[in-house]
């Protein structure tokens, strides 16, 4: 059984930056992509970015782009999000996400990731 595990949640100001970490354990891990996912209160689970497992391939949403780099070491099954000039409209929980099946090309869709982490919150003050 593969797990997921985050860190690197927590409380900053306006403009700073965090790194959020996403190990994954167990049995051997293979993985088609993986991805970061938030949700704020009274919000929608949203897409953020991905990254295909075997090309590096990322992807972003409109909202974060030029500001959150999305990556991934394969020796370390674990994939990193590393957010600059945090808004405070960056605050949500935080979701890892693993898929494993290419039938679709997007990796956008939340119902196409299988397994998830718990979540880790992220707080921006002003």
């Known amino acids: 059984q593969v797990q997921l595990v985050e860190s690197g949640g927590g409380l900053v100001q306006a403009g700073g930056s965090l790194r959020l970490s996403c190990a994954a354990s167990?049995?051997?891990?293979?993985?088609?992509?993986m991805g970061w996912f938030r949700q704020a209160p009274g919000k929608e689970r949203e897409f953020v970015a991905a990254?295909?497992?075997?090309?590096?391939?990322?992807d972003y949403a409109d909202s974060v782009k030029g500001r959150f780099i999305i990556s991934r070491d394969i020796a370390k099954n674990t994939m990193y999000l590393q957010m600059n000039s945090l808004k405070r409209e960056d605050t949500a929980v935080y979701y890892c996400?693993?898929?494993?099946?290419?039938?679709?090309?997007?990796?956008?869709?939340?119902?196409?990731?299988?397994?998830w982490g718990q979540g880790t919150q992220v707080t921006v003050s002003s």
């Open positions: 996400a693993v898929r494993t099946n290419p039938r679709s090309s997007s990796l956008r869709y939340y119902s196409d990731y299988g397994l």
């Open positions: 167990g049995r051997t891990f293979s993985a088609y992509a």
């Open positions: 990254v295909r497992w075997s090309t590096s391939y990322t």
